[in-house]
């Protein structure tokens, strides 16, 4: 196994470009996490870095081409790699080392983006003005807000839209994502693929599973703007972590006029392991 190499400014990059770099990265980080898995070798800060990392690595793989077969083969067989090297293997010792080194002020960072095809994820251990540990902008002519929300000591996954001036409150929301039960594979996956646009990546309505919204509530602002804010179970922010990073969830608003929009799955995972170490969602 190679020497760990810690590639910092690797985390701002999206693009085809960086799929050379992102092989190496998500071979790396994957050997390490399995060394890791079986000799203890990293705190838990320390392992929701790599976590992150590796996360963010296999999501430039995916967006540059590569299927989800071909990097998860590569993560096995990193993880090959260092099955037969002891605990205290010299080389084994020093990749740790490395890591520990090159990430020791991963944890003291307080915010990160993830970009993904279309939107990014924004993440921080400090909520932002609006609450959001974790957010992702949805922009159109219904702009909202997706994320994990400050609620007390923790947060909780939640859709933030502004309201019109006299507009209606929409009764109920509902979430739908690709159920990975019945669909194991995600449309994004399908080498040759010509769709263009988030909601060409939705799961369809055979192969979806639906999340229905466990609260409404409606936010009074400045100047007397309304949003309507609607919070979804815990469990869904887990289910969007097993999606694949390249496709698209969709949210319908139900009332007089039914809205549609849409979130990119992206780099979800990655976020949620960088504030993980602090408990964050």
């Known amino acids: 196994m190679r020497a760990f190499v810690l590639a910092a400014l690797f985390l701002a990059c999206a693009g085809p470009a960086a799929a050379a770099g ?4 998500f071979a790396e980080r994957s050997a390490l996490l399995a060394a890791d898995r079986r000799c203890d070798l990293f705190s838990p800060q320390l ?3 790599l976590e992150a990392s590796t996360f963010q690595a296999r999501g430039v793989l995916l967006r540059s081409g590569w299927t989800a077969a071909r990097a998860d083969a590569l993560a096995r067989g990193a993880a090959r790699d260092v099955s037969n090297r002891r605990c205290d293997d010299p080389v ?3 990749a740790a080392a490395d890591a ?3 990430f020791s002020g991963w944890t003291r960072t307080m915010g990160m983006t993830f970009p993904g ?3 990014v994820w924004s993440a921080r251990r400090a909520a932002d003005p609006q609450g959001f540990y ?4 949805i922009p159109g002519p219904r702009p909202a807000v997706f994320g994990v929300r400050r609620v007390g000591d923790g947060g909780s996954l939640m859709l933030v839209m502004p309201l019109r001036p006299g507009e209606a409150v929409p009764a109920t929301a509902r979430l ?3 159920d990975t039960a019945s669909a194991p594979r995600s449309i994004a996956d399908t080498p040759g693929r010509t769709g263009h646009g988030l909601a060409s990546l939705a799961a369809s309505p055979a192969t979806a599973r639906v999340t229905h919204a466990s609260a409404r509530a409606v936010e009074t602002g400045e100047r007397g703007a309304r949003a309507v804010v609607f919070t979804f179970p815990d469990a869904t922010l887990y289910a969007m972590k097993g999606l694949d990073p390249r496709e698209a969830m969709t949210l319908t608003l139900d009332g007089r006029t039914p809205i549609t929009l849409y979130v990119e799955v992206g780099d979800i995972a990655a976020a949620h392991a960088f504030l993980a170490a602090e408990a964050v969602g």
């Open 47 to 49: 392992r929701q870095a």
């Open 92 to 94: 084994l010792a020093r």
């Open 100 to 102: 520990r080194a090159g």
């Open 22 to 25: 992102a092989e190496v990265l």
């Open 117 to 119: 095809g279309e939107r």
């Open 134 to 137: 974790i957010r992702q902008d």
């Open 176 to 178: 739908s994502f690709r």
